[in-house]
């Protein structure tokens, strides 16, 4: 079949007016949202993930500690399991591209294996149990495991691999219930003082498989959806800023400095969960 020269402009017209339409009907789809969100509100939510997601890219953890008591100042408790997912997943996709030369594959599976038999079910009872509840029991078992570690104090763990499936577990229930995977996997890796470099790629290696694992279940139960993974999209400049200035950052620390920031932040972070709820319950 033969198109006339005219024709063949008109449709190319026609796509380009289709495709400059579909482009402002996205920008003022983010922008309503925004509104939605008031614009202080979401200047708040900026630089919570810039703060955050930078700890996390850096040290590999702490992302959903430090951001989650954060937010749910400023947003609904049952948005802010939806938002942070994606973008936990996201930054451990950045950790992994960075670091996958160094991964112990065989510790990564026993974690990722562990973690995404458990988590299907834990995420089940996302809907079911009080978030506050939950905040305050992980905020203060995590802060007493580490202040233990911070103190001196090493474990004697002869079976390693057992460990991992122990570990895995925890965070599997952790992370649809909370947001937060990371911390048991890397409390216990400080007490093995492993290196930096293979601490952080075995957490994102494991953790990009749980977190896969766990937003499918969010999707399909609707808590990850299509305003949820908008608004994430809107984060991307804060995740920029966030690589940037880890890089920097992880050329100014050995191995040691490393594990001690881990736990440090750790404490601080889940001291931080407990303030923010004292605070919104006055």
């Known amino acids: 079949m033969l198109f006339s020269p005219m024709v063949l402009v008109n449709k190319v017209a026609v796509s380009g007016v289709e495709y400059s339409w579909r482009k402002a009907a996205a ?80 510790s990564a599976a026993i974690l990722a294996v562990s973690a995404t038999v458990i988590a299907p079910f834990a995420s089940v009872l996302q809907t079911v149990l009080n978030p506050e509840t939950l905040q305050i029991t992980i905020s203060i078992t995590i802060i007493a495991a580490g202040i233990t570690l911070l103190s001196g104090v090493k474990f004697s763990i002869k079976n390693e691999a057992r460990a ?40 994102a290696a494991f ?25 994430d999209t809107m984060m991307l400049p804060s995740l920029v800023v966030a690589v940037l200035i880890s890089t920097v950052v992880l050329r100014r620390i050995d191995s040691n400095r490393y594990r001690t920031s881990v736990t440090t932040v750790i404490v601080l972070s889940a001291l931080l969960g407990l303030a923010s709820l004292i605070i919104s319950s006055v």
């Open 27 to 106: 920008r003022v789809e983010c922008l309503t949202m925004i509104l939605d969100y008031e614009l202080t509100t979401f200047i708040c939510m900026i630089a919570i993930v810039l703060v955050a997601g930078t700890i996390k890219i850096t040290l590999g953890v702490g992302f959903a500690l430090i951001a989650t008591p954060l937010l749910l100042l400023v947003m609904d408790a049952n948005e802010v399991v939806g938002f942070i997912a994606p973008l936990i997943l996201l930054q451990d996709l950045i950790i992994l591209t960075q670091m996958w030369r160094w991964v112990p594959w065989r």
């Open 207 to 231: 953790l990009v498989v749980l977190e896969l694992v766990t937003i499918f279940a969010f999707a399909f139960r609707g808590v990850v959806n299509r305003d949820s993974l908008l608004l």
């Open 164 to 203: 991992l499936v122990v570990a895995g577990g925890i965070s599997g229930v952790l992370f649809p219930l909370a947001g937060i995977s990371g911390p048991p996997v890397a409390l216990f890796l400080v007490n093995q003082r492993w290196e930096m470099a293979t601490m952080r790629a075995v957490l």
